[in-house]
């Protein structure tokens, strides 16, 4: 089984996208009760987005960066994890990956998910 993220593309300043994530395939189950999104920007190192714990009744974490204007949900059968991203400025642009298999611990810590999506590319122009 693997995560698959889609959703990203090229969007002017202001625009929105959403991305998604889902796991699909053979093999190991994916555990994707909690779900982390990351992005890595060129020449910078992978930085923590959000942080979806599967439950509405436990709120998502946000990156400062981000908070306000990027948003976590699940579909009706929690099969597929979704990053709503608006108000996108140029500093949003970057590969979006998504992560399960959570260890526990610090959430916006990239070491601590097992599993990963290939990344999508958001590219926001000015």
């Known amino acids: 089984v693997q995560l698959q993220a889609s959703g990203g593309g090229p969007v002017q300043t202001g625009g929105s996208l959403r991305l998604s994530c889902a796991a699909s395939g053979r093999g190991r189950a994916v555990d994707t009760s909690f779900i982390g999104w990351f992005r890595q920007a060129p020449r910078k190192e992978r930085e923590f987005v959000a942080f979806?714990?599967?439950?509405?009744?436990?709120?998502?974490s946000y990156a400062d960066a981000v908070k306000g204007r990027f948003t976590t949900s699940r579909s009706a059968d929690e099969r597929t994890a979704y990053l709503d991203m608006n108000d996108l400025t140029p500093e949003d642009t970057a590969v979006y990956y998504c992560?399960?298999?959570?260890?526990?611990?610090?959430?916006?810590?990239?070491?601590?998910?097992?599993?990963w999506g290939q990344g999508t590319q958001v590219t926001v122009s000015s």
């Open positions: 992560a399960a298999d959570y260890y526990g611990g610090n959430f916006d810590d990239h070491r601590k998910f097992g599993s």
């Open positions: 979806d714990r599967g439950n509405p009744l436990l709120h998502p």
